[in-house]
């Protein structure tokens, strides 16, 4: 009877809080984070900016990049004012796609496509130190000899990759502990 019980109770105990989380309540540990994140770049311009001359679809994909950080990482400064005190700068590089497997039978061939950037917080005109890292997204993807859906795989792959880019950049600006010093 005593383990019919405990059974009980932890399933109890698991289920509970995942229902009010898909319910969507917050939890105050969730709220003090988003709290935090959204006002820790408030006074902070963003641009991103992709390699110079690069082609279109990389301006798309920066562009791309910026929407999402404003969404995730709060309110950025939209122009430069009194209370500006840096400015954050991501340099998007050229996109890198590199042959993994070539397929024998000439019916698909498998690449790879990388994205990387190089966030920079300048205060003052001078850049912060310790510098960030370099951040990479990194997608695989197989590429049809017929060239029937190429670049709808090429295209699927980027955006993979600008996702896990996304999310370790956000990762590492959210819970930097000092965005002004």
Request: with cysteine; charged share 20%; aromatic share 6%.
């Amino acid at each position: 009877m005593k383990t019919g019980w405990h059974a009980l109770l932890c399933r109890i105990g698991v289920a509970g809080p995942l229902l009010l989380a898909g319910c969507g309540y917050q939890f105050p540990a969730e709220r003090l984070a988003e709290s935090q994140t959204a006002s820790h770049w408030t006074h902070t311009l963003l641009n991103v900016e992709n390699s110079p001359g690069g082609p279109r679809m990389e301006a798309t994909l920066a562009r791309v990049l910026e929407e999402r950080l404003r969404t995730r990482l709060g309110p950025f400064a939209s122009t430069r004012t009194s209370e500006t005190t840096q400015r954050l700068t991501v340099h998007l590089d050229s996109v890198q796609r590199e042959l993994l497997l070539e397929d024998r039978s000439g019916r698909a061939n498998q690449y790879r496509i990388t994205l990387t950037a190089r966030p920079v917080v300048e205060q003052d005109g001078k850049p912060r130190s310790p510098a960030y890292p370099a951040i990479k997204g990194v997608a695989t993807y197989y590429e049809s000899n017929s060239g029937t859906a190429t670049q709808a795989a090429r295209n699927q792959a980027e955006n993979e990759a600008l996702g896990q880019l996304t999310e370790a950049l956000i990762s590492l600006l959210a819970y930097d502990s000092s965005p002004g010093k």
